[in-house]
């Protein structure tokens, strides 16, 4: 995700490199109003081109966050938003099964992310500018 944002021309003051989603979700989630990204629980925001989603990873973690909240330090997976259709999202996501890969999210009638099982998303990282 930050090879992307990157390549893209986002500052490393926006989104921080790093090998873990974790940091970069923390460093959003406790940034200003200023910064370019703003974190919102999944349930409460329409994600749009350009956003990125993210959801906990690993059964056991997964258990031991229910809201946004919750969200701690762990593993995490996130995709990049790149289309928006009627009832569904297009996110594109790396290091599933050693590929990266385009695939398709419900959405319900208001535009927000449906979660799963497999992915129980939680967070929705906004790009503002």
């Excluded at 944002?5 to 989630?29: F, N």
Aim: charged share 20%; hydrophobic share 40%; glycine share 8%.
């Amino acid at each position: 995700m930050v090879w992307l944002a990157r390549s893209a021309g986002v500052p490393e003051s926006d989104l921080p490199s790093t090998v873990l989603h974790w940091d970069y979700i923390q460093h959003v989630m406790a940034a200003g109003s200023e910064n370019r990204f703003e974190s919102h629980a999944i349930k409460t925001y329409a994600p749009k081109p350009g956003d990125i989603i993210c959801a906990p990873r690993g059964d056991a973690f997964i258990q031991s966050i229910h809201t946004y909240k919750d969200l701690k330090r762990g593993a995490y997976h996130c995709d990049l938003v790149v289309a928006q259709r009627p009832g569904e999202l297009d996110v594109i996501g790396g290091n599933v099964q050693d590929a990266v890969s385009l695939a398709h999210i419900k959405l319900d009638g208001s535009g927000k992310v449906l979660p799963t099982k497999a992915r129980p998303w939680m967070l929705a990282i906004e790009q503002r500018n």
